[in-house]
């Protein structure tokens, strides 16, 4: 790690934010995993959305029934 990035995280413990450099570390990596985790599901959805065929309109009473639907 650079000294730049260890004063940052340092800092951040400093303050209070943390109670160690370790808690804010392990607290940017489960970020992460988070926001990959995100990433991946939203891939998948366009991934699905791509292969369902080709578009076609439909009304916005369609779009709430289908919502109603999906959602019980």
């Known amino acids: ?3 730049q990035k ?5 800092a951040q413990t400093e303050v209070g934010t943390y ?3 370790s808690q804010h570390i392990r ?7 988070a926001r990959s985790a995100d990433i991946e599901a939203i891939r998948l959805a ?3 959305g791509e ?3 080709e ?10 029934q289908r919502v109603l639907k999906a959602n019980g």
């Open 1 to 3: 790690m650079t000294d």
């Open 6 to 10: 260890g004063a940052l995280i340092s």
């Open 19 to 21: 109670t160690s450099d």
């Open 27 to 33: 607290d940017l990596i489960r970020r992460e995993q």
């Open 46 to 48: 366009l991934m699905e």
């Open 51 to 53: 292969s369902s065929g």
């Open 55 to 64: 578009p076609h309109l439909f009304s916005s009473d369609e779009f709430k």
